[in-house]
């Protein structure tokens, strides 16, 4: 299936910023893109009837999507799916249930090529005529593609050559193709206009070929097997261009194409299993070219491929079968972006994935089992940066160091037999000491003190007949005084200070008789502010502790007075610009804490957050406040405490984030990890574009019934879309109508009742 060429769309536009780190994540893995998809999900009926493979994808004036498909026509609002199907007693419907293409033409007119003969849609009725004059139902008239030239000519190809209709829709005027005169006419399986309006048709058996409708002559290229500059294949079904003005054709088994503008040669691809970069299959069914310049390849069962010209190759999205977000099959079928510059891909047998532009703002990370230089494991438990720039990732099974100049992830994993690695694979907490030495706390196995120049690790364990010992191997937090001392909260062991000249660790522990001991040996969170002092969160509630006095002030337990703080499990902590401490709690909201009247205010209302359980913070360099909850993130303004919630639908790897798995970079990257992987964005890039987007009412209910156009007592005299007044009587005193607004992702659509 191919089209005329398409001006760039009205699409979601980003603030655009040099960010080294996101590009170098971007180029995550050995030619496999990560890319989030969501699946369309039919609603009950349909998927008991059955559309299967997708055809077709389109999008009309009014912003519906409309899928073709082998069984029948569909339109979609992004909640609800209309279908329509062929009835041989209806003149106004569909003559077949077999969609080929689709296509709006430049009055915003859309057509339908079927297997039987070509529809135009008529929005007021909501039904359909047939534009074949002289031809009944009982005759086939197979329409196999259609185009549009700048003149609004519509193309259509046939299976004995191509036809055109004029902008004014009056007649068709019908052309055979042959070659060397030969009787048999050829078929013609794909027709395209470019940006020169040239007409392109991909034909079965003669290659690819040009039309000019003012001398009405055909100009062929065929492929020769000798000349390997030649097309790659005589049975061309795809047809596109790129930004560059280069045209790509796709052959069914035979591979790709691409004639530079110019040029007379083609450079042909094909799918070289030695290759990482070649196609991935040389079935091609489709080729689309985005806004972006991207050009996007729709193969047989190689997945979705993406032209790479740094490599002239192509990097690819499958499907991954631990993954529910990726593609849900590598049998690509058609492709199509919608005016928002969103991705939608339809499959075969069946379904339709729809990739969120809006999405990209988030760069995402989860284990690849079939990818070693993938994270570890999809559970991100801790972060930390390196004065060396490295980025540690500690997972639930093992640590990971990104590799910035290949993309890829070094893993650091627990060996039992070998004295210099780790000695546990889940990692709590990640700290550099005042050495530049990096120190890895873990569940179980105490810390580990790495050293850069051998990549040996070595291992402090709790030792139960040595008092120098770390008192817990469960090290949950560090934190560095303004001395560059090392402290360590752990699990029932309290706090720990390193002595650098000992290599010993001193405890602090909890003591029942001392109101001046820490609260609770069980320490989840630390944080140093800018007094020196080290908050602490723990299973008994707060603390704050003097490392140069080595006092404890603990927290009062209370619910009435501000100065006192009512919670008792802190899970992380944030000192915002203004010198306020910003607590998290497990089931009870956030805290901030104002050091000039040592007072608390509470945030907790379940109806503003997302989630109580609050794992996280981070201030950007905006000086907005992100907030992590196992319900996604909230992006909090101080001065005001507005709050913008962003979730799984809006691209993040997952909703549910863990304890302190969070970090801001020099540059200003934001890094959330969580259950499911870690998202990576820079604040400036969340700058979306306002502009008010249509809605529109897409169903009108009485007493909860569809009203249907033209039935009996019916208010509706054509398409409620269309309809800018209804003149009901007292009879429709209970009515309804169902809206979306175009642009918005599939499942959010709503409705009113009066």
Known sequence: MTRAAQGKPNTLRLVLRALVTLLAFSCLSSYGLEMRFD?????????????GAIKAITQDKIGFIWIGAEYGLVRYDGKQFTRYVANPGDPNALFS?????????????????????????????????????????????????LAVDQQNNLILALDSGIAVIPPQRDRIDNFTVRQFQRDDPVSVQAVFVDRDNTIWLGTKGAGTATFDLQTQEFRFFRRHRDDLSTIISDNIIAINQDLQGNLWFGAYSGG????EQGATSFKNYRYNPADPTSISDNAIWDIYTDSKGNVWVATDHGGLARYNSKTDGFDYIRHQAYNPNSLSSNQIRVLYEDLQGNLWVGLFPNGVNYYNRAGEQFVNFRHQPDNPGSLSHSAVLSFFQDRHGTLWVGTEDGLNAFDHHHGLFRRYMRDANNPHALQANPILSIHEDRHGTLWVGTWSGGVHRFDHSTGHFKQYSFQEKNAASISSNIVWSMVTDQRGRLWLGTEGGGLNLYDEETDSFRHFKHNPGDSQSINSDFIWTMMTDRQGYIWIGTTGGLARFDPETAQFENFAYGTEDPRTFPSERVRSFLEDDKGRIWIGTQDDGFYIFAPESATFTHYGDKNALPALYITGFVQDHSGAVWAS???????????????????????????????????????????FGGTDGFS??????????????????TNFRIFNQPVHIGADNSPLKGAIWLTRELTLDHTHNMFSFEFFRAGIPPGAASGICL
């Open 39 to 51: 699946r369309v999900q039919l609603d009950e009926s349909l998927r008991d009837q059955g559309v």
């Open 97 to 145: 249930n077999y969609i080929n293409d689709m296509l709006v033409d430049r009055d915003g007119r859309l057509w339908i090529a079927t297997d039987k003969a070509l529809h135009a849609y008529d929005p007021r009725n909501d039904n359909f005529t047939a534009y074949l004059p002289g031809r009944t139902r009982d005759h086939n008239h197979r329409v196999a593609a």
């Open 256 to 259: 790709l194409s691409r004639l």
């Open 629 to 671: 909850t196992t319900n996604g993130l909230i992006q909090i303004q101080p001065d005001t405490m507005a709050m913008t919630l962003y979730n799984k639908s809006h691209g993040l790897v997952g909703n549910n984030f863990n304890r302190e798995a969070n970090f801001i970079s020099t540059d200003g990257t934001i890094y």
């Open 680 to 697: 990576a964005f820079h604040p400036d890039n969340l700058q979306r574009e306002t502009r008010l987007l249509p809605m529109i009412i």
